[in-house]
């Protein structure tokens, strides 16, 4: 947490709500840049828009006592009791504070940029839209939506942090590009999904348990933190860190039963994190599945205390991730770290290549207790110069072959020490995808936690299952045509339809840029996604491979920009 540095006293604003408007009162100049520089009288001159169509001043709701500071920086406003049907508090906020007691109505930190919003009561839904940069603390309940694009634009949240101690809805910081979400204490049945998470000096996304934000439940639990992707996040230079380099991609700090599903790591600190800062209590239940993490400076995964003062990691599932050249710094923390106390987690179904320096794993504490390896493939970089003198490190003891680390901890036996055959090593961030030589192909083992998907949201399990996070398919492969200059967006049928087991489906490109092609059948749920990466303009053919599939209508639908079309099909078997 970072350190707080010493303000000059601010000049505080208090309003009341005393007449609940009829309609919804547009109020986005409740904020320190509106106030600065005003007297109480003159606040309640402001002009605000009931119902968007009725011009009234600010003081016909509300009491207004006090005076702001000259600039917004010395301007503090505090909001008394429950503010119904008014929205956009704070909105477009650049510096001060705005501390809100009641509850709270729509948009509130809305295109926010700077400076502090606590609110203490519940919010409502669409808190923090589109916000650029400050400080949200939510010690209420928050409404769904919460960091997320604003109706549909997808400007989702940027910058800035949001810190939620109540429950939260669902869709958390959807579509944002970039800021910190933090779910702390009494937080249940949240969705962090499908945001753009960087450059930042601390942890990317964090959900917590026990630092006393709750009188009860006092867990981040039973969450989804899925589809995201995390990259550059360095804790050096913050003041809270000094030179330490700690900050995680993703940490789950005394959570539990939260699943890390189908999101891309890297260039982080460490890359994902599954701890408990405080002793005599646990990170547990959570399954890290199907995930790529690449280029970390500390390691890959990290489970386990810190150090002998901290929590424990327990009954906790690691399941088909695919680890590339973590430990960047080569600190011998190896792609996989395990630390303190780390109780009965099932580690299967793993890919880690390691970078020059060869360490797999660390281990340093011989607190390790029922802790099951096996079904992974490991791989050491062609050509390395080997610079530890250990691959695996194990409650303490290191090991310089996979045969005597196998023997000595009886881990891993029906693993491989295989080059796992991967699409692109060269691009950053690399491209992780087996291909069609792979070892992995249907080499793991198949288990509940394994989930229904895999990165790419093709079916996880097809007779087999492969080891690491992507599950080979012959069949969804995309081919463009040679010379092809696309002159618009086009999807066309796919052929041959009806078709069994495989069809191909042509597209046009107009304009180079990020590509989804997916099936879903009947009622609507994704089976298969088929593309969902970044392509040049161009002429293209997908082929969908329904060997898997019963007899039915599909549909299959291509979104590229502001380019969305959909088509069915009938595979007939």
């Not at 606040?43 to 828009?49: D, M, Q, R």
């Not at 930190?109 to 502090?116: D, R």
């Not at 041959?496 to 042509?506: G, R, V």
Request: with cysteine.
């Amino acid at each position: 947490m970072q350190q707080p540095s010493e303000v000059e006293k601010m000049e505080t604003v208090t309003i009341t709500m005393k007449n609940a408007p009829a309609l919804y009162l547009e109020a986005d100049n409740i904020s320190p840049d509106a106030f600065a520089g005003k007297t109480a009288a003159q606040i309640a001159e402001l002009s605000v828009h009931e119902g968007n169509t009725t011009t009234s001043a600010l003081g016909k709701y509300f009491d207004v006592s006090g005076g702001a500071g000259a600039t917004a920086a010395d301007t503090k406003i505090i909001v008394k009791g429950d503010v119904k049907k008014v929205k956009y508090l704070g909105f477009k906020m650049s510096a001060g504070e705005l501390v809100i007691e009641g509850t709270t109505d729509l948009y509130v930190g809305a295109w926010m940029t700077g400076g502090k919003i606590l609110a203490k009561g519940d919010v409502a839904a669409f808190a923090a839209t589109a916000m650029k940069g400050g400080e949200i603390t939510i010690e209420g309940n928050a409404g769904n939506y919460l960091g997320a694009a604003y109706r549909g634009d997808w400007r989702g949240m940027s910058g800035g942090k949001i810190l939620v101690k109540g429950n939260a809805g669902s869709d958390i910081g959807m579509y944002m590009t970039g800021g910190e979400i933090v779910v702390n204490g009494n937080v249940e049945n949240f969705q962090i999904t499908n945001n753009k998470v960087h450059d930042n000096n601390n942890i990317g996304i964090d959900a917590i348990g026990f630092e006393g934000t709750a009188s009860a439940n006092d867990q981040a639990r039973n969450g989804l933190i899925s589809g995201n992707i995390v990259y550059n996040i360095e804790s050096y230079g913050n003041v809270a860190y000094g030179t330490d380099r700690s900050a995680d991609g993703i940490y789950v700090d005394g959570g539990k039963n939260i699943v890390i599903d189908r999101n891309i790591v890297y260039h982080c600190n460490i890359g994902i994190e599954l701890a408990s800062e405080h002793s005599g209590k646990s990170t547990s239940g959570v399954v890290m599945r199907n995930n790529f993490i690449s280029f970390c400076g500390v390691t890959g995964i990290a489970i386990g205390g810190y150090n002998t003062k901290r929590g424990s990691t327990d009954s906790c599932k690691i399941m088909n991730n695919t680890l590339y050249s973590n430990d960047t710094l080569h600190s011998e923390t190896g792609d996989f770290m395990i630390q303190y106390d780390t109780r009965y987690n099932a580690f299967k179904n793993n890919i880690i290549y390691t970078n020059n320096q060869n360490v797999f794993m660390s281990n340093p504490f011989t607190v390790n207790t029922g802790n099951d390896f096996d079904y992974n493939l490991y791989y050491v970089l062609p050509g390395s110069t080997h610079s530890a003198s250990f691959l695996y490190q194990w409650k303490n003891v290191k090991y310089a072959t996979f045969a005597a680390y196998k023997s000595a901890s009886g881990n891993d036996t029906h693993s491989l020490a295989v080059d796992p055959v991967l699409q692109n090593l060269t691009a950053f961030p690399p491209d992780l995808h087996i291909k069609n030589t792979s070892p992995a192909i249907n080499a793991g083992i198949v288990v509940d936690s394994v989930g229904t998907y895999d990165i790419d949201g093709q079916l996880r399990v097809s007779g087999g299952i492969d080891i690491g996070a992507d599950e080979y398919y012959a069949g969804t492969n995309v081919e463009q045509e040679p010379g092809e200059f696309a002159k618009e967006f086009f999807l066309g049928q796919n052929y041959p339809n009806p078709f069994n087991p495989t069809t191909t489906i042509e597209f046009s490109l107009l304009k180079s840029g990020h590509v989804r092609l997916s099936v879903t059948d009947i009622q609507g749920k994704e089976i298969s996604r088929l593309i969902d990466e970044n392509l040049q303009r161009g002429t293209y053919h997908a082929t969908f491979d329904a060997k898997q599939l019963p007899s039915g209508v599909y549909f299959y639908h291509l979104k590229a920009g502001d380019y969305q079309q959909t088509k069915h099909m009938i595979l007939l078997k």
